[in-house]
């Protein structure tokens, strides 16, 4: 069974910078698995954020970004709001598959 | 703008099938290259991938999920639909329907129990 791993937890301070990853028990993350990122606030659904490794929706705030660091799917978000302060999914996509990670609570603080 | 919207029965009893319909609003599911797809949430969780199908009735499902799953459409109505058979209180979760890479709906929450 696919598993998909994200950091549990992270904190983060208020203009700061953080990185959130996405790594795959199958090996080395490629644009391949498309990777994807979805923000949940308590109480709501989840929202889109990143397609196919770093596309935005016209919605995605600009302070957010995707890409490919070491071998994992990132997700970095440059100058934290306290809004930001959520639970992030990452979804992989393994052939007509997909896999969502574990989720990752960032704290603003 | 899309807008999708969960419905169906609210409660299920164990060993019944769930059945749930995602309703699509703002544009018609036939057009464009999507798949349309179900995720669940049980309270406290993370995100889990149920599967998927597009309009060609092409569908694609969680291997652990496959042997219990449906997924339907039904373009006239431009509606998608999810069967779950065989429930268990383990199957208690809120449902989403999505567009892939999009647009979600707000979720149904449907518990198991007798």
């Known amino acids: 069974q696919t598993v998909v791993t994200q950091e549990p937890s992270l904190t983060v301070s208020p203009g700061g910078t953080v990185t959130l990853t996405c790594a795959s028990s199958?090996?080395?993350?490629?644009?391949?698995?498309?990777p994807n990122w979805f923000q949940q606030k308590p109480g709501q659904a989840p929202r889109s954020l990143i397609y196919?490794?770093?596309n935005k929706h016209s919605w995605t705030p600009a302070h957010f970004s995707g890409s490919l660091l070491g071998g994992k799917a990132a997700l970095t978000l440059s100058g934290v709001q306290p809004e930001d302060e959520a639970e992030y999914y990452c979804l992989l996509y393994y052939g007509g598959a997909r896999v969502f990670g574990g989720g990752t609570k960032l704290t603003v603080l | 703008q899309v807008q999708l919207q969960e419905s169906g029965p609210g409660l299920v009893k164990p060993s019944q099938t769930l059945s749930l319909t995602c309703t699509v609003s703002?544009?018609?599911?036939?057009?464009?290259?999507?798949?349309w797809s179900w995720i669940r949430q049980p309270a406290g969780k993370g995100l889990e991938w149920i599967g998927r199908i597009k309009t060609s009735g092409s569908t694609n499902y969680n291997p652990s999920l496959k042997s219990r799953v449906t997924i339907s459409v039904d373009t006239s109505k431009n509606q998608f639909s999810l069967q779950l058979s065989s429930v268990t209180a383990a199957d208690t979760a809120v449902y989403y329907c999505?567009?892939?890479?999009?647009?979600w709906g707000q979720g149904t929450l449907v518990t198991v129990s007798s």
């Open positions: 196919g490794t770093s």
């Open positions: 999505a567009r892939e890479p999009d647009y």
């Open positions: 199958t090996g080395e993350v490629t644009s391949g698995y498309y």
């Open positions: 703002g544009g018609s599911i036939s057009s464009g290259n999507y798949y």
